[in-house]
């Protein structure tokens, strides 16, 4: 089998945005890659972080296919049950299938099983579907980078979970975020939560929302990927909150009023 001396722009866009969500690859697993005549949608930037009464996920709302703009009102949170959130950084069709496969799951178990699947269930089953989709990931054509949250009644507790492309998670204590901004989000998350006015998990709804806003925002500001939001167009970052309540998403009066007091200085 042959494999092609340099990986094409597909390819190397799909390597940029690991890279920028803090992953390094071997040379070799780079130069495996399939070559692709097309440039496939990318949405960027997606942040959690726990606060107070749960855990806050956001993400900005542009997706973009190379140097293009393609779309300025990609959702990317995800709700897959009333306990569980997925934010997605990388293809959205792709992404957007995973959270069908995944909310049908949950639901076919709670319906068979009369209960709701364990925490732990839905983090491997997530797991599993990004295991089966390496193949596609590797030929940068189908690359996703989620954060997945969920509630756990059971221990009265939110929890947030990173993976990566292989499938394997890692439980996050304090915040992440993944996408092309995301190396701007978390220096500002680490620096908010060790010497800021007070921890991240001690700050309340309004003071999580606001932080939120601040953040996408200032990565839109060196990142070309992350959009912006845009009041003139009633365009602003998804937000969701998940807490022992289930998750509740910012309606567009909260987005409008929470970001004008976000945006004011001093």
């Known amino acids: 089998m042959k494999f092609q001396s340099e990986p094409s722009k597909s390819a190397g866009e799909f390597f940029e945005l690991l890279e920028k969500s803090g992953y390094r690859w071997p040379a070799k697993l780079e130069g495996a890659v ?30 973009t296919a190379g140097n293009s703009i393609m779309y300025e009102l990609c959702d990317k949170v995800i709700p897959i049950d009333d306990y569980t959130l997925m934010a997605i950084a990388g293809v959205p069709a792709t992404a957007f299938e995973m959270a069908r496969v995944l909310s049908h799951n949950f639901e076919y178990y709670r319906r068979s099983q009369l209960q709701s699947m364990s925490v732990e269930g839905k983090i491997r089953a997530l797991s599993k579907l990004l295991k089966e989709n390496v193949g596609m990931a590797v030929q940068g054509l189908g690359v996703v980078s989620p954060i997945f949250a969920a509630y756990d009644k059971s221990q009265g507790k939110a929890s947030i979970h990173f993976y990566d492309m292989l499938g394997a998670d890692f439980q996050i204590q304090t915040h992440t975020a993944t996408g ?21 998990i001690k700050r309340t709804r309004e003071e999580a929302i606001t932080l939120a806003i601040r953040l996408l925002q200032t ?41 004008k007091t976000s945006m004011k200085r001093g």
């Open 180 to 200: 092309s901004g995301s190396q701007i989000i978390r220096g500002i998350l680490e620096h908010e939560d060790l010497w800021g006015e007070k921890p991240l």
């Open 219 to 259: 990565a839109a500001l060196f990142d070309s990927a992350t959009g912006q939001a845009r009041p003139e167009d009633d365009i602003y970052p998804t937000l969701a909150t998940l807490t022992e309540k289930g998750y509740r998403f910012l309606e567009e009066s909260e987005s409008e009023r929470v970001f």
């Open 34 to 63: 399939k070559s692709s005549s097309f440039t496939v949608p990318q949405g960027t930037t997606v942040l959690a972080f726990h606060f107070k009464e749960g855990v806050i996920v956001a993400g900005d709302r542009r997706a």
